[in-house]
Structure formats: C-alpha cells, structure tokens
C-alpha cells in the first residue's frame, strides 16, 4: 500500500494547458501502475490516462499526456487545449496490475481540482 497526493490544479481558460502531478510514498512506488481518473458533481468516476508495465503512454486521450520519474516518485499529466467539459476533480491510483477500471485500483489520492473557464 501506498500513499498518493495530487497536485497541479487550477482555473484555466479554454485552449489553456495545465500539468498535474501525482506523488507516490515508499520505494515500492515504481513496481505500481498509476492512473489517471476524473469525477465531477453527479457523474461516475472516469478514466483519463494510464502508464503500462512498460512505460509506454495509453492513447486512449488525445489531448492528454502521462509520464512518471521513478527517481521523483511522481506520475505527471500533461493536458492540453482544455475544454469546459474537462472541468472536473482529478485523481491518480496505483495498482500491482494493469487496468482501467476503477474498481481495480486499490491506492487513492484526495485529487485536485481542474476548472476550464469558457
């Protein structure tokens, strides 16, 4: 088990760019797969980003990037040209697996909030 904290968020205007940054504890931080997931008011958790075993970024969000420096224990989030509808509370999870869904991951941070003003 871990411990995970969020950071980065902020209001930003639309096309604007932000970077968010995941902080993992312990030296064990690098054997885990870290993900990158959203929720806003009245809407289920979603899946934003993921690093594979391999390092290798998942394209499942155009506009978004994840990296992660194992030395630094941190996972970052690189998102670009963002939109009203991006607006939400981001959260980074571990897991010992490979997945996307959330009820995978057994490791949360408190996440931080992203508002993208119109």
């Known amino acids: ?40 008011p009245g809407k289920e958790r979603e899946f934003v980003a993921v690093l594979r075993w391999s390092g290798v970024a998942d394209p499942a969000r ?26 939400a509370i981001y959260y980074c999870a571990a897991q010992k697996g490979v997945g996307v869904r959330p009820e995978k991951y057994t490791d949360w941070g408190r996440g931080t909030q992203v508002t993208v003003s119109s």
């Open 1 to 40: 088990q871990i411990q995970l904290v969020e950071s980065g968020g902020g209001v930003v205007q639309a096309g604007g760019s932000l970077r968010l940054s995941c902080t993992g504890s312990g030296r064990a931080f690098s054997t885990y797969t870290v993900a990158w997931f959203r929720q806003s």
């Open 62 to 87: 155009g506009r978004f990037f994840i990296a992660r420096d194992n030395a630094k224990n941190a996972v970052y989030l690189q998102m670009s040209n963002l939109q009203p509808e991006d607006t």
